[in-house]
């Protein structure tokens, strides 16, 4: 700025033109709302009330802003750029609607999922390298950000370790974490509950500088919270704050939910967490080792990690159990410890479950040869055996009647169906079958 001008000076005369240039209808809307807040050499920042902002946003964006940069010249003789700020104050007459109204709490972020407690390995280093990225400088490139993947695998961790970091570096940050069901319910209680609600609504939501939304799948079909969330989600990426979501799934593959949507998620990166690789569990188990200071041998992380392949909630879950076996039944970190606590979890421990592995068990289990069970002999104790084959062949594998049929000496589907059906009934009106039939799936999944 070249000329001296006061803030109320510039805005005033600006103003002035505006109302000349758009008339008074426009002026309303658009302008008059607005609140001067900080004028400096090349910019100035406006504030915006919070129930309007989607609209005069917009507008501005479009249209006003160029004519401001504009009648600043002519005025102060100098580039000055406007920016525009959502207000965090609440329409004064709303106060006594929302006085009972609360909404999901503005931090929700768990301390404990930070970057540095996230093992990085094969199946999310991508994912991982962009949350740093993004915690370091937010509403910039990557905005916005969406995690994807399966359950389990740690989005919810990352989404919230980009919060923690940043509200450590930046502690006068505003962070809003929220489950896409969380947003929903609020949104729906700040309807029910009237027209303050609904500008407290656009408070909590919009004047922040982070905005976390985990499991976005949830909205398929649910189209007014998906309407509001495309409102919440122009005013923050317009106001240049940072959007991070997940979801199960990619956008384009969430079964309805609006392309506006899914265009604008486009516009920024989506990366997804694949399932961990056996270092990266074992790396995860050490982790949780050490936190909780016990000193557990490598072989016998190896072993858990081995068995739980493809969830991390899961991977943590078992090493708890396996902690309080230590600590509470005094057993000593072994893998015969482990395998207990994998075998009470009914885990694979190795076996695929396939038409050999079931025959074998069973016919090991009434002292018969697999060879016996395919025969045509009918001697009472054998076809007993034949049909709890059939039938765990049926329940414990994806073949089909004639495929079982086959596999048992040629027999035709509806003697596979026959003898599933016995032993179903046999099992719900006799409880020793029933927990023969458990013991027989336990040890063919698991072993003896
Ligand atoms: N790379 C990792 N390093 C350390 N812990 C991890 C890692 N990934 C996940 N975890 C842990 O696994 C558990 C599950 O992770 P999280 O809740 O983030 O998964 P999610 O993908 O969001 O699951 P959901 O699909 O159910 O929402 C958490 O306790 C988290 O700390």
């Known amino acids: 700025m070249t000329k001296p001008i006061t803030q109320e000076e510039l805005w005033n005369q600006v103003k002035a033109k505006f109302y000349q240039e758009i008339g008074p209808v426009s002026f309303d809307t658009y302008i008059e709302p607005l609140i001067p807040v900080t004028l400096t050499d090349s910019s100035i920042i406006l504030e915006v009330p919070i129930d309007e902002s989607t609209n005069i946003i917009d507008k501005w964006n479009k249209s006003y802003a160029m004519s401001f940069v504009q009648y600043a010249m002519e005025i102060a003789e100098g580039f000055i750029k406007p920016e525009l700020r959502v207000a965090d104050t609440l329409p004064r007459a709303s106060t006594l609607q929302t006085e009972n109204l609360t909404f999901t709490r503005e931090s929700d972020l768990n301390e404990a999922f930070t970057f540095d407690k996230f093992v990085v390995g094969t199946g999310n280093e991508n994912a991982y390298a962009i949350a740093r990225a993004v915690a370091e400088d937010p509403g910039k490139v990557y905005n916005p950000y969406l995690i994807y993947g399966g359950v389990g695998l740690g989005k919810t961790h990352l989404m919230q370790a980009i919060g923690n970091a940043y509200s450590k570096t930046t502690p006068s940050a505003r962070i809003k974490y929220a489950t896409a069901e969380d ?155 482990a395998q207990k606590i994998l075998g009470d979890l009914n885990i694979n421990q190795g076996f695929k479950v396939t038409v050999e592995r079931i025959q074998q068990v069973v016919a090991d289990y009434y002292m018969q040869t697999i060879d016996d069970l395919k025969s045509t002999s009918r001697k009472k104790d054998l076809v007993t055996a034949r049909h709890v084959a059939m039938y765990l062949t049926r329940t414990l594998t994806n073949e089909s009647l004639p495929d079982i049929g086959r596999s048992f000496g040629g027999r035709d589907h509806s003697s596979v169906l026959h003898a599933t059906n016995k032993i179903t009934e046999k099992a719900e009106s006799d409880p020793r079958t029933k927990e023969m039939l458990i013991a027989l799936t336990d040890e063919i999944k698991n072993g003896k």
Do not use: C
């Not at 694949?274 to 016998?300: C, Y």
């Open 183 to 337: 947003f929903l319910n609020d949104f729906t209680e700040s309807l029910r509950a009237g027209e303050g609600a609904t500008a407290a609504f656009k408070k909590e939501y919009r004047t922040v500088d982070l905005l976390l939304i985990d499991d976005i799948q949830f909205w398929s079909g649910k189209e007014k919270v998906q309407e509001e969330f495309f409102n919440t989600f122009n005013v923050l990426t317009k106001t240049g704050k940072q959007i991070i979501m997940t979801s199960d799934k990619l956008p384009t593959e969430i079964v309805d939910l609006q392309s506006r949507l899914t265009s604008r998620f486009e516009a920024g990166i989506s990366m997804d967490i694949q399932k961990p690789d056996l270092p990266t569990r074992v790396a995860i188990l050490k982790n949780l080792a050490e936190t909780d200071n016990l000193d557990i041998p490598n072989d016998v992380l190896e072993l858990i990690a081995d068995k739980i392949d493809s969830n991390i909630r899961t991977l943590e879950g078992t090493f708890h159990r396996f902690e309080a076996m230590l600590r509470y039944r005094n057993k000593p970190a072994t893998k015969e410890t």
